[in-house]
């Protein structure tokens, strides 16, 4: 089994290059945030609560994201393995996973970080909210505070990573089809040395 956590900010391609990755490594993709906006669309429960949150910029609290995180992972019990796209994002959402895992008798066998400075991440949200629909891509303020949100929240998680030795930085800036060349030598390397 393999899993992977796709990591970055707000609008550094995490969704798509979760797309490529998955196709050819045979893996199913989670992205918590569209987890969240599909209960959003269906006004579930779930939809309703995660909606006063996301709409602000703002983490959905802890239990409810690591409650579905989970859910997800079982009704895919027969995956190969899973990227987790937009999760973990705080610490107590790693230990979780971490923790989670370990009881299925698997872990995580590596974070790969999309690294890209923020001024180009705010030119790439603004574009992307042109079409996506999505409110939190369309307001510059929405989008510092997704980034506020990840400063003081996510980015720490580098080091949780990094003190497991399973952190590895790619530069997310220049083509989608070179960054996925790159993604997938890490992977390569990861399957590798877990052979
Ligand atoms: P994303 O699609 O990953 O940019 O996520 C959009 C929004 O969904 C975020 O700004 C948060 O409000 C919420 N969200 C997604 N994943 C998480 C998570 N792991 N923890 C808390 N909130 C999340």
Redesign the pocket.
């Known amino acids: 089994m393999k899993n992977i956590v796709l990591f970055g900010p ?1 609008g550094a391609g995490k969704g798509t290059q979760a797309e490529f990755l998955k196709t050819k490594y045979d893996l199913i993709h989670i ?4 987890v ?1 906006r599909y209960n959003i669309k269906n006004e579930t429960e779930l939809g309703l609560l ?1 909606k006063s ?2 709409d602000k ?4 609290p802890d239990e409810v ?1 690591i409650d579905m995180l989970k859910a997800e992972v079982n009704r895919n019990a027969a995956a190969n393995g899973f990227i987790f796209d ?5 610490e107590s ?1 790693a230990k979780s996973l971490d923790i989670f895992l370990a009881k299925k008798n698997t872990g995580i066998d590596g974070m790969i970080a999309l690294e890209v400075p923020e001024n180009l991440l705010v030119e790439r949200l603004l574009n992307r909210g042109k079409t996506s629909g999505r409110s ?1 891509d369309q307001d510059e303020s929405k989008i510092r505070n ?1 980034f506020n949100e990840y400063e003081s929240k996510t980015a720490i998680l580098k080091n949780y990573y990094q003190n497991q030795d399973k952190y590895f930085g790619v530069d997310g800036v220049g083509s989608i089809e070179d960054i996925t060349a790159k993604l997938e030598k890490v992977i390569d390397k990861l399957s590798k040395s877990a052979k």
Do not use: I
């Open positions: 707000p992205s918590t945030g569209d969240f995660a949150f996301m910029g703002n983490l959905v994201t937009g999760f973990p994002r705080t959402q939190d997704r």
